[in-house]
């Protein structure tokens, strides 16, 4: 039987940094995750790249990996990579996280471990927050 921890966001603002463990607040309900594999990482920093090469050749913003994105009062998530249009880039302080808002495109690269329900109730967080699109990579290869 698992335990679930609720969390204000005060209280989630007040936890400490533990190398090898990212924390997403879930409607209140605190989830753990452990560091990313060197092939969710490797996917990831490849979409990034990708996707920052067209912003900046096309003035659309920017990109940013493992940032944490309030979506609600009691919702903080991380996507894996994240689009921020200009306009809410002039909205935000840059220098404190998490963002208030949805970026404009979340990715997530999947894991096995992912839950399908869960990443549904993800990707309905994102747009409901305003997102306008949600990307969800599944990798079949090994390299």
């Known amino acids: 039987m698992s335990t679930t921890t609720r969390l ?9 940094d533990q190398d090898g463990t990212r924390y997403e607040l879930d409607e209140g309900e605190l989830l753990m995750e452990p560091s990313p594999t060197f092939l969710h990482n490797r996917i990831r920093d490849r979409i990034a790249r990708r996707l920052y090469e067209f912003v900046e050749a096309h003035h659309l913003g ?4 493992e940032m944490d994105f ?3 009062p ?12 200009p306009d809410h880039l002039r909205m935000i302080d840059i220098n404190r996280s998490p963002v208030e808002g949805a970026p404009a495109l979340a990715v997530e690269v999947i894991s096995p471990s992912n839950l399908a329900q869960d990443t549904a109730k993800k990707v309905d967080q994102y747009l409901s927050a305003g997102s306008s699109a949600v990307w969800l990579v599944y990798s079949r290869c090994v390299w």
Request: no cysteine; charged share 30%; proline share 7%.
């Open 70 to 72: 309030r979506l609600a």
């Open 8 to 16: 204000s966001f005060d209280e989630f603002q007040k936890l400490p």
């Open 62 to 65: 920017e990109i940013i990996v």
């Open 74 to 85: 009691d919702t903080v998530r991380s996507p894996d990579v994240a689009f921020v249009t």
